[in-house]
């Protein structure tokens, strides 16, 4: 960037000018073009949800689309307040949460300790390596009717299926994580007399963290998404239920309100998720 | 007796197919405290005999002594200094001193303490708590120093350890590292390609030909009190040390050449 500012002549003279803006601008002005720059990030965050806030509001009222499928925005909150009032949204949450973090919870105490064991022992690995890629290519929703089925309709298919969608990511991620921990570490630990177990406690685990937390991560946002689909079958609470159940009885903005709610739990999953990912792996984004 | 003894160590690689021989005899001895250096073309197998010193690969036939007991895998007797630092990244500069302190089962509070004492050694005061991607390659490489000394082996043995550094920086380090070898009194086997790195660390440079890997020569290279000479890379002495260790590595880096390109047109 410096070179061009430097020679404004050959770039202007160059047939491409990649930045006019930037090739013509003064080193005194950068400063306010800067603080610029940071507000217009911030309002180009804001303005896409804010615009589909708007369409949503306007469009229902102006006729473009039908209002008693697509109720305005402001409707959708009223509904959304009334039931967060009634104590019926929190009812329903609650249930959905429980069942994903049964569901995700199991799937960390499983499947962290048998991807290690996979990814540690090759022998292990080379065994379930082909089980793996057949069970990790069918989709979890697949095989939710066989569980409804083996499981019934209660709690149990619900948390099994979570927990089924969550072991993946998380198993795969562990064992590449074990897998892929830089030789060099190993020859070096070697070299220091260390047996397989410290080994293991001292490099290969740590080494692993952060690869691992991607997959929890991962597992964290399957956990919610196969949640609401669970629910949709033969529940008698959770958000998923109040979705499917708003929409049987028309109560259409009811359903939108069960809809945000969703959407927001997941950001917030996500993004709770993330910050507890980069706490343990702030040493590898550096590097 | 020496303190490390290579007596006909050979070691071939099964590699498609066929079997490669990466070291063929080597015959050498090591005294006590001595800074010995070896020198090859690249691919002659300089680092495999590294490895089979440092009990990291099995020997082929022939044996390493290491006080006159053949070495038959890691130890703490050994220290590793390898050109890529491998240094823990999840631990401080602090915390990688004492992971070799943790191998030899110190005490929790004699770690912090020799951990410290040894940084300092390095010229790392006030940097114990950085971790790795916080410093640069030089500094990178004096903790790794640090953690192979701090366990307190006989022995140091430095793969192309300032390989990877920029010329500015391996110049300080090799001054360090002669200051830190008598000050220590350690034995210390090191590994190089750089001609002149070789003449100005090595009391003795043994030069390696290329593949299969024998020792072609050990040249004496006696220039007392290195540290103490202000410019020892314009010495008249060091120049022809430096030309005679030219001369004999010359004729392996030709003859590694041809070899790759005979083995690129088949």
Redesign the interface.
């Known amino acids: 960037m410096s070179s061009l500012t430097e020679t404004p002549v050959a770039v202007r003279a160059a047939p491409v000018v990649a930045h006019p803006a930037a090739a013509t601008a003064a080193p005194a002005r950068r400063w306010p073009r800067q603080v610029l720059r940071l507000t217009g990030n911030v309002l180009t965050r804001i303005a896409a949800i804010g615009a589909l806030a708007l369409v949503w509001e306007i469009f229902p009222r102006l006729g473009l689309v039908d209002a008693v499928f697509l109720p305005p925005l402001s409707e959708v909150l009223v509904a959304w307040k009334d039931l967060l009032v009634s104590g019926e949204l929190w009812s329903h949450t609650e249930a959905s949460l429980a069942r994903s973090a049964a569901g995700f919870g199991l799937a960390i105490l499983v499947a962290v300790p048998l991807g290690l064991l996979i990814g540690w022992y090759t022998p292990v690995a080379n065994l379930l390596n082909p089980l793996l890629e057949v069970f990790r290519n069918t989709a979890a929703l697949a095989i939710l009717p066989v569980f409804v089925l083996i499981l019934g309709l209660g709690e149990t298919s619900k948390v099994a299926i979570i927990f089924y969608g969550c072991t993946w990511p998380i198993l795969l991620n562990t064992v590449s994580g074990v897998r892929t921990v830089d030789p060099l570490l190993i020859k070096s630990a070697r070299s220091l007399g260390l047996g397989p177990v410290r080994l293991f406690q001292k490099v290969v685990l740590p080494a692993a963290v952060p690869t691992i937390f991607t997959g929890i991560r991962l597992a964290g946002a399957a956990s919610i998404l196969i949640l609401i689909a669970a629910e949709m079958v033969g529940a008698k609470a959770g958000l998923g239920y109040l979705i499917n159940y708003a929409q049987f009885n028309f109560a259409v903005p009811d359903m939108y309100a069960g809809i945000i709610t969703i959407s927001a739990i997941g950001l917030l999953v996500n993004q709770l998720l993330v910050v507890t990912e980069r706490r343990f792996s702030t040493w590898r984004t550096h590097s | 007796m020496s303190k490390i003894r290579f007596e006909g160590v050979s070691k071939t690689f099964a590699a498609r197919g066929t079997t490669v021989t990466a070291l063929q005899e080597i015959n050498l001895d090591v005294n006590e405290g001595e800074f010995l250096v070896i020198v090859g073309p690249s691919g002659c197998g300089k680092s495999t005999l590294l490895d089979l010193l440092?009990?990291?690969a099995s020997i082929s036939s022939g044996q390493i002594l290491v006080d006159g007991k053949p070495v038959t895998?890691?130890?703490?007797d050994?220290?590793?200094v390898?050109q890529?630092y491998?240094l823990?990244?999840?631990r401080t500069a602090q915390g990688n001193v004492e992971?070799?302190l943790?191998?030899?089962n110190v005490p929790r509070r004699e770690r912090a303490a020799k951990a410290r004492e040894y940084l300092d050694l390095v010229g790392l005061s006030g940097f114990h708590d950085r971790?790795?991607?916080?410093l640069s390659g030089g500094m990178k490489q004096r903790v790794a120093i640090a953690r192979s000394l701090a366990?307190d082996p006989d022995v140091l043995l430095m793969d192309e350890p300032f390989a990877a550094l920029d010329a500015q920086t391996r110049d300080g380090l090799q001054d360090e590292l002669l200051r830190i070898w008598e000050k220590t009194g350690k034995t210390i086997v090191f590994i190089t390609h750089g001609i002149e790195e070789a003449v100005y660390l090595g009391q003795r440079v043994a030069v390696l030909t290329s593949r299969p890997g024998r020792i072609k020569q050990i040249v004496d290279i006696p220039i007392d009190a290195r540290s103490a000479t202000e410019d020892l890379r314009s010495d008249p002495q060091f120049a022809h040390y430096r030309h005679e260790i030219w001369t004999l590595l010359r004729d392996e880096v030709n003859k590694a050449r041809s070899e790759e390109l005979e083995v690129n047109r088949v």
Do not use: C, M, S, V
Request: charge should be neutral; avoid cysteine.
């Open positions: 440092g009990g990291l895998g890691p130890g703490l050994r220290g590793i390898f890529q491998a823990l990244p999840w992971f070799g943790e191998a030899k971790y790795p991607h916080e366990f």
